[in-house]
């Protein structure tokens, strides 16, 4: 079962977004901004972080802190997404981008490339570091 982080950084909630997730036997976990993200990276081991948010540069700043932290597959959801958007955010290492307009099941698709072509986060258990 994956493990999936979900940071919603949205005004509307997405409740679907879980239930989408689910339903392809995903273990899904809310937060509601990154400081809470990084205290759930820090007690639990996840395969992915979905972010919820409702602009290019507060994901931008977003992603980029993350990426401090973890290089688990990204992948961020807009309430819409243009080109601009596209390349700011892949440049900050996000692994996908979806609109929250587009059909539900192309969150799905988009999710799962990117935790298929995501390298194996190192994980530490007692004092060993070995890849998943």
């Given at each position: 079962?994956r493990?999936?982080?979900?940071?919603?950084?949205?005004?509307s909630?997405c409740?679907w977004?879980?239930?989408?997730?689910?339903?392809?036997?995903?273990?899904?976990?809310?937060?509601?901004?990154?400081?809470q993200?990084e205290?759930?990276?820090?007690?639990?081991?996840f395969?992915?972080?979905?972010?919820a948010?409702?602009g290019t540069?507060?994901?931008v700043?977003?992603?980029k802190?993350?990426?401090?932290?973890t290089?688990?597959?990204?992948v961020?959801m807009l309430?819409?997404?243009?080109s601009?958007?596209?390349?700011?955010?892949?440049y900050?290492?996000?692994?996908?981008?979806?609109s929250a307009s587009?059909?539900?099941?192309e969150?799905?698709e988009v999710?799962?490339t990117?935790?298929?072509?995501a390298i194996?986060?190192?994980v530490v258990?007692q004092?060993?570091?070995?890849h998943?």
């Amino acid at each position: 079962m994956r493990e999936l982080l979900l940071i919603e950084n949205v005004l509307s909630p997405c409740g679907w977004i879980k239930s989408v997730l689910a339903e392809h036997g995903c273990k899904v976990t809310r937060v509601l901004h990154v400081k809470q993200a990084e205290r759930a990276l820090s007690q639990t081991r996840f395969d992915m972080i979905l972010l919820a948010g409702e602009g290019t540069l507060p994901c931008v700043t977003d992603v980029k802190r993350l990426r401090q932290s973890t290089s688990l597959p990204v992948v961020v959801m807009l309430p819409q997404t243009n080109s601009d958007d596209e390349s700011h955010l892949y440049y900050v290492g996000v692994d996908g981008l979806v609109s929250a307009s587009m059909p539900r099941n192309e969150l799905w698709e988009v999710a799962k490339t990117a935790y298929d072509n995501a390298i194996p986060e190192p994980v530490v258990r007692q004092g060993l570091a070995r890849h998943t």
